[in-house]
């Protein structure tokens, strides 16, 4: 944007986690209207839903909301239209699928734009880089119901001694609190055993993706950011969530196998998975031109006070 921005961190530990966008220095993150009201904005943009019912700055001050992401089989899609949307000025919406369920329940006088995946925007038309590296990355323990307790440990032995160098990215939550830090603890001492077995600590996900050739994941949000790479993805269907099943948009199968993962290397993904990967390109309409921030700075500029 070619006006003057800036980031709040919302919770302690997001204190340093951008290199690219300024810092606003706060004694106390939890703050938020407080905080707010000090740096008198011209307008907000609140990447999530959570916590939103414990503010009051939107009162005062337009906000932009800009999906973190984008739910594929999470029901993070109904989650956000029930709580959030009452309180925005601009919904942006990371594709068609969202915006029909934004539009359908929105108030009259909050605008709906689809932009599409900011994030995702340096994804598009990047080369594989072929260098044997796979990206496990699940959805969090407790959404997903089994489907980072039932895999973790097994997809690590898969890899263990291999050619292939792993990237073991479990969701934040699962680095930090809840049923899911037992599973991560216990899988980052076996990994502290394997040479090529990494425990991913780049920032953001798409600092991996970049660097991975293959994406093993179940119904994470992180595929919708995959899918602008064209790479092969594997989804692991062991998920324990009553009516949760994850849907096929890549190869999918119960449990991996080395042989499965050399197969998608060598010659990416069948047609069976490439006809259901551009229907559900074509059910989720998120643009991938590689614009979305260049399309979502716009509205956000044209929503300042």
């Known amino acids: 944007m070619d006006v003057e921005s800036a980031y709040i961190p919302v919770r302690g530990d997001a204190r340093g986690c951008s290199d690219s966008i300024t810092e606003i220095a706060v004694r106390d993150p939890a703050a938020v209207d407080a905080n707010i009201r000090t740096i008198d904005p011209g307008v907000v943009v609140y990447n999530h839903r959570?916590?939103?019912?414990?503010?009051?700055?939107?009162?005062?001050?337009?906000l932009v909301h800009l999906r973190h992401g984008a739910s594929i089989g999470r029901g993070e899609v109904a989650v956000t239209t029930e709580t959030i949307l009452d309180h925005v000025s601009v919904a942006l919406a990371p594709g068609e699928r969202w915006a029909r369920a934004y539009r359908a329940v929105a108030p009259d006088d909050v605008r709906v734009a689809t932009v599409g995946i900011p994030e995702a925007d340096e994804l598009v038309d990047a080369p594989s880089p072929r260098d044997r590296r796979v990206l496990y990355a699940p959805t969090n323990y407790l959404v997903g119901r089994g489907a980072y307790a039932n895999t973790a440990r097994s997809v690590i032995e898969?890899?263990?001694?291999?050619?292939?160098?792993?990237?073991?990215?479990?969701?934040?939550?699962?680095?930090?609190?809840?049923?899911?830090?037992?599973?991560?603890?216990?899988?980052?001492?076996?990994?502290?055993?394997?040479?090529?077995?990494?425990?991913?600590?780049?920032?953001?996900?798409?600092?991996?993706?970049?660097?991975?050739?293959?994406?093993?994941?179940?119904?994470?949000?992180?595929?919708?950011?995959?899918?602008?790479?064209?790479?092969?993805?594997?989804?692991?269907?062991?998920?324990?969530?009553?009516?949760?099943?994850?849907?096929?948009?890549?190869?999918?199968?119960?449990?991996?196998?080395?042989?499965?993962?050399?197969?998608?290397?060598?010659?990416?993904?069948?047609?069976?998975?490439?006809?259901?990967?551009?229907?559900?390109?074509?059910?989720?309409?998120?643009?991938?031109?590689?614009?979305?921030?260049?399309r979502a700075a716009r509205e956000v500029l044209e929503c300042r006070a």
Request: aromatic fraction near 10%.
């Open 50 to 62: 959570f916590g939103i019912d414990r503010f009051s700055f939107y009162e005062e001050y337009p």
């Open 158 to 294: 898969c890899f263990a001694g291999t050619e292939y160098e792993l990237l073991f990215r479990p969701h934040p939550t699962d680095r930090r609190e809840g049923p899911g830090l037992a599973v991560t603890r216990d899988c980052r001492k076996r990994i502290a055993e394997l040479p090529n077995v990494v425990f991913d600590t780049a920032t953001t996900p798409i600092e991996s993706m970049q660097r991975s050739d293959i994406l093993v994941s179940d119904f994470s949000g992180s595929i919708a950011e995959w899918l602008h790479t064209g790479r092969p993805l594997i989804q692991l269907t062991n998920v324990d969530a009553p009516g949760k099943a994850v849907p096929p948009i890549g190869v999918t199968t119960e449990s991996l196998t080395l042989e499965l993962v050399d197969e998608r290397y060598r010659n990416g993904e069948p047609e069976s998975a490439k006809r259901r990967r551009a229907s559900w390109l074509e059910y989720l309409g998120i643009p991938m031109d590689g614009r979305s921030g260049e």
